[in-house]
């Protein structure tokens, strides 16, 4: 069926909308994940969380996908994109337990510019002068909000930029699942497979729940949910080069939530390197998806 001018309009609008929602529910999940660090593990934040959004997983990808959504013609390859899954969360809910929620948010923006440099190595794909130059710059925006060898420089903030480095490797791990699997199974087996990793590791860092966190647990895994679904949405609705540079929305809402609920507030620089880091994630992503190099 062929879209009208106007279809087409109504599809993008939905999708920069559901984009916008599902980054600043991310966001969200994050900031909890933040509060819950101060007492329990990050393997146990994140058991629960995907224990919790198993059920929904499970409903979304059947309403979604249908029966066919259920299966898994690969399961092994989704059980190693699980283990990057908990990786990349581990290390990223561990920076935000000693760093600001906006400085970590910012360095994590390197994934895209990883994302392109492992394909050429990894998977031989053409990246020319113009998407290097991208990388090049985008790097040495990292440089300047974790400034190395000065004073100001916090060991720590390695972490975000490791994160950064494993969700890249998860991104780019999507090639080996089955061509015949949808993105609802996608979503299903790495919550389930999550839990299942994470299960042989929390029983080592279990802390029991108090009751008064037992809503920041079933809040995390609503929010991370509805988060990751709206925006899986948002590129089925709308053109990826529309939708997949307001992922960079999220350093607005991780500086209000860190200054709302924490009172941090990042230094001029990291701001400075966050700028230049998204200016050259939005070339590499839009030189990408009008096909050039």
Known sequence: MLLTPTDTRTRSSAGIILMCLGVAFLCVNDALAKTLTATYSPFQIQFLRNLIALPFAILIAYRMGGPAALRSHRPLAHLMRGGLWVGATFLFFTSITYMGLAEATALIFVAPLFITALSALMFREHVGWRRWAAVLVGFIGVLIAV??????????SLLPIATAFVYALLMLSARFVDSRESVWTLLL????????????????????????????????????????????????????????????????????????????????????GAGIIIVSGVYVIF???????
């Not at 389930?192 to 647990?217: K, M, N």
């Not at 929010?223 to 529309?242: C, D, N, S, Y």
Request: charged fraction near 10%.
């Open 189 to 272: 087996y790495m919550t389930g497979t999550g839990a299942l990793i994470s299960l042989f590791i929390v029983p080592f860092v279990w802390i029991q729940p108090r009751p008064e966190d037992l809503w920041l647990f079933g809040a995390i895994a609503i929010f991370g949910t509805a988060g990751m679904t709206m925006m899986t949405q948002a590129f089925r609705l709308a053109p990826a080069a529309v939708v997949a540079p307001l992922d960079y929305t999220a350093i607005i809402w991780a500086t209000l939530l860190g200054w709302l609920f924490w009172a941090e507030i990042p230094d001029a620089l990291v701001f400075v």
């Open 287 to 293: 030189r990408e998806h009008r096909g050039e190099m």
């Open 147 to 156: 400034r190395p060898g000065t004073s100001a420089f916090q060991p720590v």
